[in-house]
């Protein structure tokens, strides 16, 4: 995790600071191309039969961001017209604040857009893995410290890694970063306006119908048909409207959310709702995280307890009001048998 120190043991370690570039940690299979990646490094391509290509900065889209590297978990996003959009991340950091990058490319791997938000006082953020909607990509910045004794007295000679170096601090808040993605027009789905009717009649134009949308207002709607059922008795078909797109007030911009401290690693989904807001599921630690925890035995016993113990959780994001809200239904621990449970 986050590297090592090259190997040799402590007669070769000291003030070798550098770190190992070992891209184990997830796979991108895009535009016929596969990638190996580490969010410390650039990626590693691997040809058709997983042998190693080389190093890459990805057509060179992401070199010239900081020090390069790109993230080790990544978001795919099915466009309305079926499209997709890959997007990753670069993080870059300091002292005082962080500096993270998100890359968007099409389907042929060409960048789309490359966007940079910058985060005051999230040098030690640890930005593992994001999410995105519509009109946002989400990062969550967790509450970490530097605990520079390690870092002087065990990292600098050798005898812990990076990660050892980086301390659950429960007297800081979680953050929630959301950066407007660009090119969006702002608009949001309304799950309320879903049923509608198109009549067909020969020689004549499709008449549509919505339920509780006055006619004046139909331009602003971008509408998706999900499901199309057609009687050749009646020339008429009635039509599932899958969802409208209702504009928001105003462009959106970045804005960073706080609540109480957790850990948290991987993200599951995000979405928005008809108010704009937005919902955030993830894997959460209530408890912290240790990373000079021993890991060689992984047994159920060890998620069972704090601070490995994990719960599913959903946070209700208010962009307007920067409040965050933790619906209690939505949280549930996972059992530590689900650990074990082999997914198809």
Same mark, same amino acid.
């Given at each position: 995790?986050?590297?090592?120190?090259?190997?040799?043991?402590?007669?070769?370690?000291?003030?070798?600071?550098?770190?190992?570039?070992?891209?184990?940690?997830?796979?991108?299979?895009?535009?016929?191309? !596969?990638?190996?990646? =580490?969010?410390?490094?650039?990626?590693?391509? +691997?040809?058709?039969?997983? &042998? !190693?290509?080389?190093?890459?900065?990805?057509?060179?889209?992401?070199?010239?961001?900081?020090? $390069?590297?790109?993230?080790?978990?990544?978001?795919?996003?099915?466009?309305?017209?079926?499209?997709?959009?890959?997007?990753?991340?670069?993080?870059?950091?300091?002292?005082?604040?962080?500096?993270?990058?998100?890359?968007?490319?099409? %389907?042929?791997?060409?960048?789309?857009?490359?966007?940079?938000?910058?985060? @005051?006082?999230?040098?030690?953020?640890?930005? =593992?893995?994001?999410?995105?909607?519509?009109?946002?990509?989400?990062?969550?910045?967790? $509450?970490?410290?530097?605990?520079?004794?390690?870092?002087?007295?065990?990292?600098?000679?050798?005898?812990?890694? +990076?990660? %050892?170096?980086?301390?659950?601090?429960?007297?800081?808040? !979680?953050?929630?970063?959301?950066?407007?993605?660009?090119?969006?027009?702002?608009?949001?789905? =309304?799950?309320?306006?879903?049923?509608?009717?198109?009549?067909?009649?020969?020689?004549?134009?499709?008449?549509?119908?919505?339920?509780?949308? @006055?006619?004046?207002?139909?331009?602003?709607?971008?509408?998706?048909?999900?499901?199309?059922?057609?009687?050749?008795?009646?020339?008429?078909?009635?039509?599932?409207?899958?969802?409208?797109?209702?504009?928001?007030?105003?462009?959106?911009?970045?804005?960073?959310? %706080?609540?109480? @401290?957790?850990?948290?690693?991987?993200?599951?989904?995000?979405?928005?709702?008809?108010?704009?807001?937005?919902?955030?599921?993830?894997?959460?630690? &209530?408890?912290?995280?240790?990373?000079?925890?021993?890991?060689?035995?992984?047994?159920? %016993?060890?998620?069972?307890?704090? @601070?490995?113990?994990?719960?599913? !959780?959903?946070?209700?994001?208010?962009?307007?009001?920067?409040?965050?809200?933790?619906?209690?239904?939505?949280?549930?621990?996972?059992?530590?048998?689900?650990?074990?449970?082999?997914?198809?």
């Amino acid at each position: 995790m986050l590297g090592g120190l090259c190997a040799g043991g402590g007669f070769f370690n000291p003030f070798n600071l550098e770190i190992k570039q070992i891209a184990n940690t997830n796979v991108l299979h895009w535009a016929g191309r !596969t990638f190996a990646l =580490h969010e410390r490094d650039l990626p590693w391509e +691997l040809d058709s039969s997983l &042998h !190693t290509v080389g190093r890459t900065d990805l057509d060179g889209t992401v070199g010239a961001v900081g020090k $390069p590297n790109f993230g080790s978990h990544f978001r795919v996003f099915v466009e309305d017209d079926g499209s997709k959009r890959l997007v990753g991340t670069s993080f870059d950091e300091d002292l005082r604040q962080g500096k993270l990058t998100f890359f968007e490319y099409n %389907e042929r791997m060409e960048l789309l857009y490359r966007t940079t938000a910058e985060l @005051p006082g999230a040098g030690f953020g640890f930005f =593992h893995d994001i999410a995105m909607t519509e009109n946002y990509y989400i990062a969550l910045e967790n $509450p970490i410290s530097m605990d520079f004794s390690t870092l002087l007295l065990r990292y600098m000679t050798g005898r812990a890694c +990076l990660a %050892e170096c980086l301390k659950y601090d429960p007297s800081k808040r !979680t953050k929630i970063h959301l950066i407007p993605r660009p090119g969006r027009s702002g608009g949001y789905f =309304h799950p309320t306006l879903q049923q509608g009717i198109i009549t067909c009649m020969p020689g004549f134009m499709m008449l549509l119908a919505l339920t509780h949308i @006055p006619l004046p207002v139909l331009a602003v709607f971008t509408l998706q048909v999900l499901a199309v059922s057609c009687c050749q008795s009646s020339h008429s078909a009635a039509c599932l409207l899958m969802s409208c797109r209702v504009p928001h007030a105003g462009a959106l911009k970045q804005v960073a959310l %706080e609540c109480s @401290p957790f850990f948290c690693f991987h993200h599951v989904n995000a979405s928005e709702d008809s108010a704009g807001n937005v919902n955030l599921d993830l894997i959460a630690m &209530h408890g912290g995280v240790d990373f000079s925890m021993n890991f060689s035995n992984l047994s159920h %016993e060890f998620f069972a307890k704090p @601070p490995w113990r994990t719960a599913l !959780t959903r946070l209700n994001l208010s962009p307007a009001t920067a409040e965050v809200q933790l619906p209690h239904a939505a949280s549930r621990a996972i059992s530590p048998d689900a650990a074990a449970f082999k997914h198809q």
